[in-house]
C-alpha cells in the first residue's frame, strides 16, 4: 500500500469513528408541548402577570424534577391581554404547535373556549373557576385545581353562619340578613350569585337588596348608604381586589357595621395594601395557601421565585403564584398518568390523567382533587380564613359534599 | 507490519490533535465558573405609531362590529446581551415589565432562543404592543386608586385623559419609561442563570 493511500484510509477511519462519537451524544430528551394564555396586559394583569410567573416557575420545577416520567415540558406561554380575538388566535397557534394541552386564564377566554376545546378535545385547565364548567356532560375539557366559585360561595355562607352568626346579640331573636355587592354585566362576578341566593335560603337568611358594583370602581358610597338601611349581618362580595376595596373603604367611612365575606379573586396579599384598617376581619375564601405560609412545597414555590424572578421582591409575590402552581402542578400529573397508560391524546389526558385522580394531594394547601368523569368538581372543600392583625388565618374548613351530601350529588352540579 | 504500524500511530496521532484541539478550544461550564450574562437596554424605539384615539362601543364602524377600540402604540425595546463566560451560553427567555410612569401597563416576555460565543455581546429586539383599550381596563381595574392620587379624578373620562398624554408624548420620548424586573434565564449545559436587569428611557 503507498503512504498516500494509507493517509486516505487513516483519515476515513477517524472520520467514521469521529462520526460514531457524534451520533451517540444524546441529541435532547422527547418533549411535551403546552400552550399557556396568560393576561400581563389587560384589564386582570394585577393578578394575572403573578399567576403566569407561577406558571412558568412551576414548569421549572416539574421540568428539574424528572419532567413528564422523563419527557420534559416546552412551555408556550403568551400574553393575550384579556382579549378575547387574541385569545382564539393563540388557541390556533397551540393546535398548530399540537400542544398536548393548555393552561388557560380567565372567564373570558374559558368561556370563548369551552365548545372549540370540548371539539378538538384539547384539556384547557383555566383559572376561572366558576361552577358551570364542573359538568362534564357540557364542558368535557374545562378543568381546574380550586374550588369553584358557587362552592366558595356556599363554603363562605356557612363558615359564618356557623363560627360569626352565633355571637351576634341578635342571634336567635331574628334572621340573619345578608346583601350582596357585585357587578351586573361581569360574568366573572355573577357567576356564584345563583348558588349564593340558593344557599342563603337554605339557611333561612333573609336576603337583601343586591348592589351593583362595577370592577372599575372606587367610589361606592352610594351602594353603601342603600346597603346602611337594610342593615345587613353579612355582606358578600365577588369582584376583583380594587372594587372590593372600595367597598370595605367606603364601608369603614360611612360606618356600615357588617361582616364581609369574599370569593377568592378578591382576596390577596394586595387587600390590606389597598383597603389599609378596612380590611380588618375580612372572611375570605382562598383554594390555596398565601405566598409563603408553611404548606408542603411551599419551599419550592420560594425557591423559584427567588431563582427565575430575582429582580421582583418576595414582598410583591401574592397567593397567584400559588394558584399558578396548582395548575402547573396538577395539569403535570394528569400527564404522568396519561403517559404512564400509553395515551398522551386530549382523550387519554382526561380519561387516563384527571379522571384517575382521587383525593390527589399535591400540596400548597390545596384540598385534595377528585375528579370523575360525571363531576368535574375537583374540591368540595372551601377553605375559609380571616385577615386579622396583619395576617390570613385560617377560620374553618367546610367539605359541602360531606354535609350535604344529597344537594352535592344531585343538585348543586354545573351553577 | 510496518505499513501496520504506520495507519495506527497516524490514526493515534489524528485522533490525539482532534480530541485536544477541542478540549483547548472549550472550557467546560461548572456552577463555579459560570458567570449570568449581563443584559442591558440598548435603546427604545417607537416602532410603529397610529396617533392617538379611542372609540366606543356607541360609534358605528363603517365595516365591521362596533366595540370599544384604542389606539395601539408598539414600543421596541433593543438589549445587548453579553456573554461574559469562555463557553458559549444559550439565552432560553427574557421578561420584563414596562411601566409608564409608576403605572405599571405591560410584562413582556421573549422565548425564542439564541446561544451568545463567548466573551461576545448579542443584541435581542422585544416588541411590546400597547392596545388603548387594554391600557384602559388596566389603569382602570388596577391603578384606580393610583390615577386618582397623581391626577386628583378617577374613572374613565381620566384614564383616557393620561393615555392621550402618554400616547401623543411616547415619539418623543416626552415622558420616563421604565423597564423593571427583567429576567433572563441562561443555560450552559444544564447549568442555569438568571440575570436580572433594569433601566429607564430616555
Not at chain 1, 408556550?76 to 394541552?101: M, V
Not at chain 1, 351586573?184 to 348592589?211: N, R, T
Not at chain 2, 365595516?63 to 463557553?87: C, Q, R, S, T, W
Request: hydrophobic share 40%; net charge positive; aromatic share 12%.
Amino acid at each position: 500500500m503507498k503512504p498516500k493511500k494509507i493517509w486516505l484510509k487513516t483519515i476515513l477511519y477517524a472520520g467514521i469513528i469521529m462520526l460514531m462519537i457524534g451520533l451517540a451524544i444524546p441529541t435532547g430528551a422527547a418533549t411535551i408541548k403546552i400552550g399557556s394564555l396568560n393576561d400581563m396586559t389587560g384589564a386582570t394583569s394585577d393578578v394575572g402577570k403573578d399567576f403566569a410567573l407561577g406558571i412558568a416557575e412551576a414548569i421549572h420545577y416539574i421540568n428539574d424534577t424528572g419532567g413528564i416520567n422523563g419527557k420534559k415540558i416546552k412551555l408556550y406561554q403568551f400574553d393575550y391581554g384579556y382579549r378575547i380575538p387574541e385569545a382564539l388566535t393563540k388557541y390556533s397557534l397551540f393546535k398548530r404547535l399540537k400542544c398536548a394541552a393548555i393552561l388557560g386564564w380567565g372567564t373570558g377566554d374559558t368561556e370563548a373556549l369551552a365548545p372549540t376545546v370540548a371539539r378538538d378535545k384539547i384539556p384547557y385547565v383555566s383559572a376561572s373557576y366558576s361552577g358551570h364548567l364542573c359538568n362534564p356532560e357540557k364542558t368535557p375539557y374545562n378543568l381546574f385545581f380550586s374550588t369553584d366559585y358557587s362552592t366558595q360561595a356556599r363554603g363562605l355562607i356557612t363558615a359564618w353562619y356557623d363560627k360569626k352568626w352565633p355571637n351576634k346579640p341578635d342571634y336567635g331573636k331574628r334572621k340573619p340578613r345578608i346583601a350582596l355587592c357585585y357587578m351586573f354585566a361581569s360574568p366573572y362576578s355573577s357567576s356564584s350569585i345563583k348558588a349564593a341566593k340558593d344557599h342563603a335560603k337554605m339557611l333561612g337568611f333573609e336576603m337583601g337588596p343586591q348592589q351593583d358594583v362595577s370592577l372599575f370602581a372606587i367610589d361606592t358610597k352610594s351602594q353603601i348608604l342603600a346597603l346602611k338601611e337594610f342593615k345587613p349581618d353579612v355582606l358578600l362580595l365577588t369582584n376583583t381586589v380594587m372594587s372590593v376595596a372600595a367597598v370595605l373603604r367606603d364601608a369603614y367611612a360611612l360606618g356600615l357595621k357588617t361582616d364581609k365575606l369574599l370569593l377568592n379573586w378578591g382576596f390577596d396579599e394586595n387587600l390590606p395594601k389597598l383597603a389599609g384598617k378596612a380590611a380588618e376581619g375580612v372572611i375570605g375564601c382562598a383554594p390555596w395557601a398565601f405566598f409563603g405560609q408553611n404548606v408542603p412545597l411551599m419551599d419550592k414555590v420560594v425557591e423559584y421565585a427567588k431563582k427565575y424572578n430575582p429582580g421582583i421582591p418576595l414582598e410583591k409575590r401574592t397567593i397567584h403564584t400559588v394558584q399558578g402552581w396548582a395548575n402547573a402542578l396538577g395539569l403535570a400529573e394528569a400527564l404522568r398518568r396519561a403517559d404512564k397508560a400509553g395515551d398522551l391524546s386530549g382523550e387519554g389526558i382526561l380519561k387516563y390523567g384527571f379522571e384517575t385522580m382521587r383525593d390527589y394531594d399535591f400540596g400548597l394547601g390545596v384540598a385534595p382533587a377528585t375528579f370523575t368523569a360525571t363531576d368535574h368538581r375537583s374540591q368540595s372543600e372551601a377553605r375559609i380564613y380571616e385577615y386579622k392583625n396583619g395576617k390570613f388565618t385560617l377560620l374553618d374548613s367546610i367539605d359541602l359534599k360531606k354535609r350535604w351530601p344529597e344537594k352535592w350529588a344531585n343538585e348543586w352540579l354545573g351553577w | 507490519m510496518k505499513k501496520k504500524l504506520t495507519i495506527i500511530l497516524s490514526f493515534i496521532i489524528i485522533l490525539a490533535v482532534l480530541l485536544a484541539g477541542c478540549a483547548a478550544m472549550m472550557t467546560k461550564p461548572t456552577a463555579r465558573n459560570f458567570q449570568a450574562p449581563i443584559v442591558t437596554l440598548d435603546s427604545m424605539e417607537v416602532e410603529h405609531f397610529w396617533g392617538w384615539w379611542y372609540y366606543s362601543n356607541k360609534v358605528k364602524p363603517t365595516m365591521g362590529k362596533a366595540g370599544n377600540y384604542g389606539a395601539p402604540l408598539d414600543l421596541a425595546f433593543i438589549f445587548n446581551v453579553e456573554n461574559p463566560n469562555p463557553f458559549p451560553v444559550e439565552l432560553e427567555s427574557l421578561k420584563f415589565t414596562v411601566a409608564f410612569e409608576e403605572f405599571d401597563l405591560n410584562t413582556v416576555s421573549s422565548i425564542e432562543t439564541q446561544w451568545i460565543p463567548p466573551g461576545k455581546t448579542n443584541q435581542i429586539r422585544v416588541h411590546a404592543m400597547f392596545d388603548g383599550r387594554q391600557s384602559l381596563l388596566s389603569l382602570l381595574v388596577t391603578g384606580g386608586f393610583k390615577l386618582k392620587e397623581k391626577t386628583g379624578a378617577a374613572g374613565a373620562g381620566a384614564a383616557l385623559k393620561q393615555l392621550g398624554k402618554w400616547w401623543k408624548a411616547a415619539p418623543e420620548y416626552g415622558f420616563p419609561i421604565y423597564v423593571k424586573e427583567g429576567a433572563a434565564v441562561f443555560k450552559a449545559d444544564s447549568l442555569v442563570k438568571v440575570a436580572m436587569f433594569s433601566a429607564t428611557f430616555p
